[in-house]
């Protein structure tokens, strides 16, 4: 127990010693002896707990000491769920004025605040309050446990409304500049945890934290950065602080992409993250890149650490909508790690987001479609799709759509014989899949030099693209047969009598 037992001690040299009370001495006593036998004392039981609690609710302060340093060193190494009668003798010691106990009973309360049920009953039996009141005392310990215990109770989810609306949140706020590493640690983790749902979001903004988180994010402590670069993470997420940020926090894009650069890899993975929230937003797409972002994402996506590849790969993403953007982000080399995270099959999220960026890039020009198609991105999606999750057959099967209708492509599309990949695709149970892969099709058949390969594949593979015309027109889905026919018009227009012929004997 240490030094948190030296008053129980019976001193008779000592002068003046204090006064007792026969119940005080009775409990000082029989606590001597739990604690001689301490690894064998369950000290939430009545007869430990009894003797503890009488010291709490002593007026000699050195008895209410030793009561909180021992809840502090029992909470430390014995934390579970603990009912009303363990709760309320720490509350009491929360309300005293000597900073020792403060100190020792916020220690004793966040150690318990650990476990989900003591959150849910610390803040119910009304712990928030005098909490709040010991994270404005002018004593750092006392400041950095109180803050600690904030931090854990608000991972509750039930928790974090009550905390955003009892006044803690500008308090939290000033002691995330505190001057002391470990307050700050605790305030800005709070913080974080408070991030997790629109309403909290809002108080957050509403108490001012946001141009604090901002702040330290040029903090020298990745614990600190990570937990700010979190937190203004989350707060991006909501369209309206998204566009208060971009009028208030002109450093905020600057910075982030510095941090990209972190030697704290979860630094570097929320920092992309938060730039991917932000690029939800045109201007904060085109800021990204003229801030110099593109060469870290280029970086990260070649990474061995999938946290940061997902985050990169879903940042270009986002970035690569704004039609601006789409040769610079091919200019700065992303094509080649772009077609190799296709490969990435242990994460489908990776995959779909690299050939979403793909299509992207490939929406408005002609010399951006070359490009894709001579990286290989094509040939890649082809050789992957039939065989890939939904998902990514969604999105590589959309890339083909709109690659489909691109003239200046569509020779060279059928000379790598999509039209094999895309017919079985066109019997997928996915309406998403099927659709865009008949979309890609009717593009392929319409306004082509050559049809030859739209001969070859008449009637295989799958019954080739006979079969895909009638069962889209006897699908009985408008969209599918709008589809089918208008193919077939398509067909019909192209003065290839081998191809009228085609469809007027089938």
Known sequence: MG???????????????????????????????????????????????????????????????????????????????????????????????????????????????????????????????????????????????????????????????????????IPLTKLAKSKDLRVQRNATGALLNMTHSLENRQELVNAGAVPVLVQLLSSGDPDVQYYCTTALSNIAVDEVNRKKLSTSEPKLVNQLVQLMDSSSPRVQCQATLALRNLASDSNYQLEIVRSGGLPNLVTLLQSTHQPLVLAAVACIRNISIHPLNEALIIDAGFLKPLVSLLDYTESEEIQCHAVSTLRNLAASSERNRLALLEAGAVKKCKELVLNSPISVQSEISACFAILALADDLKTKLLKLGIIDTLIPLTFSSNGEVCGNSAAALANLCSRIDDYSAVLKNWSEPNDGIYGFLIRFLKSGNSTFEHISLWTVFQLLESNNAAVVNSIKNS
Do not use: W
């Not at 001495?25 to 609690?53: C, H, K, M, W, Y």
């Not at 605040?113 to 009304?126: D, P, Q, S, T």
């Not at 002018?138 to 400041?143: A, D, G, P, R, T």
């Open 3 to 169: 030094a948190c037992c030296s008053c129980l001690r019976d001193d008779s040299q000592e002068r003046n010693p204090p006064l007792l009370a026969d119940n005080e001495r009775e409990a000082i006593s029989a606590l001597l002896q739990f604690l001689e036998n301490r690894t064998e004392v369950d000290f939430f039981s009545d007869g430990p707990l009894r003797a503890l609690s009488t010291l709490v609710y002593s007026e000699n302060v050195d008895l209410q000491r030793s009561a909180a340093l021992a809840f502090a060193e029992i909470t430390e190494k014995d934390v579970r769920t603990v009912d009303r009668d363990v709760l309320e003798p720490l509350l009491i010691l929360l309300q005293s004025s000597d900073a020792e106990v403060q100190r020792a009973a916020c220690a004793a309360l966040g150690n318990l605040a650990v476990n989900n049920e003591n959150k849910a009953l610390i803040v119910e039996m009304g712990g928030l309050e005098p909490l709040i009141k010991q994270m404005m005392s002018s004593n750092i310990e006392v400041q950095c446990n109180a803050v600690g215990c904030i931090t854990n109770l608000a991972t509750q989810d039930h928790n974090k409304a009550k905390i955003a609306k009892s006044g803690a949140l």
